[in-house]
Nanobody
């Protein structure tokens, strides 16, 4: 089992940047595929990005491709989401998630953090 804690959210103007972090407990972090999802008010939780065990494989939603970068540091048990050129439509609660296999839907992940709010003002 793994426990996840996100940080780094906040309020930023459109065009700005934020870096989210997700710290994981446990000694088997490198065994997990890590994902980022987001959920805006009144909307379903949606896939943002995912990264494979070693960090060599990354996957992005079309809406963030070219603007967001997912990375991981297995020595620090942490996954990151660098968000650049932020838009008001990026406003949401961002969640990190972990599981043993790659998935791009929320049902594919068993472990979730509590979320961190990202608000982008126009």
């Amino acid at each position: 089992q793994v426990q996840l804690v996100e940080s780094g959210g906040g309020l930023v103007q459109a065009g700005g940047s934020l870096r989210l972090s997700c710290a994981a407990s446990g000694r088997t972090f490198s065994s997990y595929v890590m994902g980022w999802f987001r959920q805006a008010p009144g909307k379903e939780r949606e896939f943002v990005a995912a990264i494979g065990w070693s960090g060599g494989s990354t996957y992005y939603a079309d809406s963030v491709k070219g603007r967001f970068t997912i990375s991981r540091d297995n020595a620090k048990n942490t996954v990151y989401l660098q968000m650049n050129s932020l838009k008001p439509e990026d406003t949401a609660v961002y969640y990190c998630a972990a599981d043993f296999r790659l998935a791009t839907t929320p049902r594919g992940y068993d472990y979730w953090g509590q979320g961190t709010q990202v608000t982008v003002s126009s």
